[in-house]
Nanobody, 124 residues
Framework: QVQLVESGGGLVRAGDSLRLSCAAS????????MGWFRQAPGKEREFVAA????????YYADSVKGRFTISRDNAKNTVFLLMNSLKPEDTAVYYC?????????????????WGQGTQVTVSS
């Protein structure tokens, strides 16, 4: 069982930066792939970024590539999402997710554990 708690969301202006954190409980954090997803009102949950168990491989949605960076600190059981050059269309609830599989999926249905989400609002 893995419990995830996101933090770091807030209200910012277009062009600003935010860093989201996701703290995981348990001693098996490093054996889980980690992902960030987001869901805007009236839209389906969508893939944002994911990172392999070691942190050596990262994957991004085209819409955030070059602006967002995912990273993890296995010693601190934490995964981060650094978001630069934020746009109003990045406004959503951001969720972190974990799964013990070795294959990284963009499908949220493939992830077993989820946090409660943190709101990110970007004003124009």
């Amino acid at each position: 069982q893995v419990q995830l708690v996101e933090s770091g969301g807030g209200l910012v202006r277009a062009g600003d930066s935010l860093r989201l954190s996701c703290a995981a409980s348990g001693r098996t954090f490093s054996s889980h792939i980690m992902g960030w997803f987001r869901q805007a009102p009236g839209k389906e949950r969508e893939f944002v970024a994911a990172i392999s168990k070691s942190g050596g491989s990262t994957y991004y949605a085209d819409s955030v590539k070059g602006r967002f960076t995912i990273s993890r600190d296995n010693a601190k059981n934490t995964v981060f999402l650094l978001m630069n050059s934020l746009k109003p269309e990045d406004t959503a609830v951001y969720y972190c997710a974990a799964d013990p599989n070795s294959i990284i999926y963009r499908d949220p249905g493939k992830y077993t554990y989820w946090g409660q989400g943190t709101q990110v609002t970007v004003s124009s």
